[in-house]
C-alpha cells in the first residue's frame, strides 16, 4: 500500500465516521471491501494454490465460488476430508480417489474448502436457478449424462441426478429461461438440445441444424457454442462462424445471421469468447440487443497446431446487433490477437478480455505464446477507440482457464491445464493451481472519492419486475449526472465462454437527490419481465463516473 493509498482510506474512514447517521451498513460494508488501497497495483496472487484446477466456475449468492476440473487425470492437490474416497470403477485413471476434484472457494475469507463430485464433470455446463441453486449438467465418461445440484449453504456438498439428462452433453452451453428451466445446447456430437428439468417425457430431444451445418471435419470447431436469451424471447445462437434464432418454445429457428466476415470459427476448439452487450434503455418498447465475439483461430488451426505449426491467433472482433431487422457485422481489430481469452462483462458495462493465448488452439499441448495483458473494450466509446491494454500477470492462463466478476468488482482468475494429465513439470506450461485476482482500475486508491457505496437496499433483497426501487448510496466527490445503476447475472464459466453472463442498464425514474451530506438517492426500474431478466440472483451496482461500488445481492422473482 502506498502512502497515499493509506492516507486516503484513513481519510475516507474518518469521512464515515461522522457520517454514523448513514448508518452501520455502510461502515460494515466498507470495512468487508478488500480492495481499497490496493493501489494502481492490478494483479493480486490470492492462493498460490487450491489443489485442483479452475476449469469451471460459478459464483453463489454466498459469495463463494463453485471450483471443479475433472475426475480422470490423476490426483489433484486436494485431499477429501473425513477420509472420504470415490471409488469408481469405471473410472479411467485412479479407480480409487481420496482426491478432491472440486472445491469451494470464499471469497471474503479467502479461503477454500474441498467438494465431491460423484461422476466426470470434465468439459459440462451449467446455470444457477431462479433459487439459487447451480444445476450443472453433463461431462464426460460415467458423467456424461449427469445433473448435479450444488446448493449454496454451509458445509453443503454436490447431489447427483444419475441420467437427468436425455443424451450425453459433453461441451454443451446451457442458458437459464424465463420459466425457471435450463436449455442444454449441443455437445460432441449431439445436433440438438434438450430441457431440464423435462416437461415433457415424449419428445425430450429436438434437433438443431446449426449444429451439424457448422460442425468442421477434422476440428468441429463449433463446441461450447455462445447463446444469449434475446429480448424478444428468442435464443441467439452461434456456432462456429454462423449465428440464428431459435424459437426454444415452438422449436424452430426464426431468423438466420449473415456470417462472421472473414469467415473463420470461433467456437471450440478455434476458441474465442463472447458476451451480449449491456442492455439498456429499458424502459422503451423495443430494446436493443447487440452481441460482442472476439479472437479465435483461423480455420485449420487445430490440425495445424496438431502437426507442430501453431497459427497466429484471431485478432477480430465481429459485433452485431441482433435485434435489428437487418443486422449486419461490425468488425473491429483488438490491440493482441488472442485464442481461449475469457470475456467478462465489469459492473461499469466494460467488457474485459483476459486469458488465453497468441497462436495454436484450445486442446491438448496445442496453445503457445501467452497472453499475459488483459484489454479492456468500452462498447460506448467512438469507433477505432475502445481497448485498452491493461497491465499484465505473470502467470499463463490458457487451455482449461477462467474468470469471473466478484461482487467487489475484481475479477477472479484462475487455472489452466493444457495436458491430459495435472504434470507440473516436463511441460511448457505447467498445470496451475492458483488463483488471482485483476483489479480494474476502477478499483486504483485514487478513486476512493468517486467510488460509491451503497446503503440501501440492504443485500440479499427480493424485488420483483416492474418496481421501483431506491438505491441509497454515499460517495465523497459526487457528479450527480454520471450515475447508472446496473444489475449483473454471474455466469457459469468455462472453456472461454460465460454462460448466463447478462448485464442490464436499469432505467433510473427521475434525477439523483441527495438525501444529506454525501448521500444520495436514485430511483430505478427493475426489468419489466423474466425475459429482460431471468428470475434468480444478480449483482446490483451503483456506477458514478465508470467506477462501481461493491455490489449487493438482488433476488428478482
Ligand atoms: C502439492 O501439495 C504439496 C503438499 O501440500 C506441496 O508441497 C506441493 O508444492 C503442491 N504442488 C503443487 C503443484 O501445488
Ligand atoms: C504427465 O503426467 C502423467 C501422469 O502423471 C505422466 O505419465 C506423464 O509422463 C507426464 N508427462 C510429462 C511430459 O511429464
Ligand atoms: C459529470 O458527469 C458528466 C457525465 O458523465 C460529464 O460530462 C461531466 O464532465 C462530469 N463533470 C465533472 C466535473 O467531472
Known sequence: MTTTAIILCFLALLFQLLNLNNNIVYFSAYASSSTFGVGSQQWQLLQKSIGIVSMHMQLLNNDRVVIFDRTDFGLSNLSLPQNKCRNDPNEKVVKTDCTAHSAEYDVLANSFRPLMVQTDVWCSSGAVSPDGRLIQTGGFNDGERAVRIFRPCAGCDWEEIQLGLAVRRWYAT????????????????????????????????????????????????NLYPFVYLNVDDTLFIFANNQAVLLDYKKNIVVKTFPPIPGGDPRNYPSTGSSVLLPLKKLQQPSIEAEVLICGGAPRGSFPRAKAGDFVKALSTCGRIKITDQNPQWLMETMPLARVMGDMVLLPNGNVLIINGAGSGTAGWEYGRDQVLSPVIYQPNSPFGSRFEVQSPSTIPRLYHSTAVLLRDGRVLVGGSNPHVYYNFTNVIFPTELSLEAFSPSYLDSKNV???????????????????????????????????????????????????????????????????????????VMTPSTGVIAPAGYYLLYVVHQEIPSDGIWVQIQ
Do not use: C
Open 174 to 221: 446451457n442458458h437459464i429461461l424465463p420459466d425457471g428451466r435450463v436449455i442444454v445446447i449441443g455437445g460432441r456430437r449431439q445436433f440438438n438440445y434438450e430441457f431440464y428439468p423435462k416437461s415433457d417425457q415424449a419428445n425430450t430431444v429436438f434437433p438443431l441444424r446449426l449444429l451439424a451445418q457448422t460442425n468442421d471435419r477434422n476440428e468441429e470447431n
Open 449 to 523: 472519492n468517486l467510488r460509491p457505496n451503497i446503503i440501501l437496499p440492504a443485500s440479499q433483497v427480493k424485488v420483483g419486475y416492474g418496481q421501483r426501487l431506491a438505491v441509497r448510496f454515499l460517495v465523497l466527490a459526487a457528479n450527480l449526472s454520471a450515475v447508472s445503476v446496473t444489475m449483473v447475472a454471474p455466469s457459469f464459466t468455462t472453456h472461454s465462454f460465460s454462460m448466463n453472463q447478462r448485464l442490464l442498464v436499469l432505467y433510473v425514474v427521475g434525477g439523483v437527490v441527495s438525501v444529506s451530506r454525501s448521500t444520495y438517492e436514485v430511483k
